[in-house]
């Protein structure tokens, strides 16, 4: 068994900032890419950001510049730093990791989402 375990989210401000966090825990053997996808309401599951193991990222454009992802590989956590937030920022945030589980099968996981709403 393997969970992805999200904290942070809530309401702020337009221009205000959150930090959303995310730990995998369980039978695991190995995390590769971690990262941060968000779905608005009637909306597709997007990309938001990515790394690596070894910390490379990646960004999508709209959150380029005002939005940080890292990594602790030792905790198996993923941190997003989200500044200058904008209402269009409003969308159910998920954790995902592509985790290798003690009995060798690898896959994508997903934590269970948490809300960020951003009012202008």
């Known amino acids: 068994q393997v969970q992805l375990v999200e904290s942070g989210g809530g309401l702020v401000q337009a221009g205000g900032s959150l930090s959303l966090s995310c730990a995998a825990s369980?039978?695991?053997?190995?995390?590769?890419?971690m990262g941060w996808y968000r779905q608005a309401p009637g909306q597709r599951r997007d990309l938001v950001a990515i790394?690596?193991?070894?910390?490379?990222?990646n960004y999508a454009d709209a959150v380029k510049g005002r939005f940080t992802i890292s990594r602790d590989n030792a905790k198996s956590t993923v941190t997003l730093q989200m500044n200058s937030l904008k209402a269009e920022d409003t969308a159910v945030y998920y954790c995902?990791?592509?985790?290798?589980?003690?009995?060798?099968?690898?896959?994508?996981?997903w934590g269970q989402g948490t809300q960020v709403t951003v009012s202008s």
């Open positions: 790394t690596g193991t070894g910390g490379g990222t």
């Open positions: 995902a990791a592509s985790v290798v589980d003690k009995v060798g099968t690898g896959r994508l996981y």
């Open positions: 369980g039978s695991i053997i190995n995390v590769g890419d």
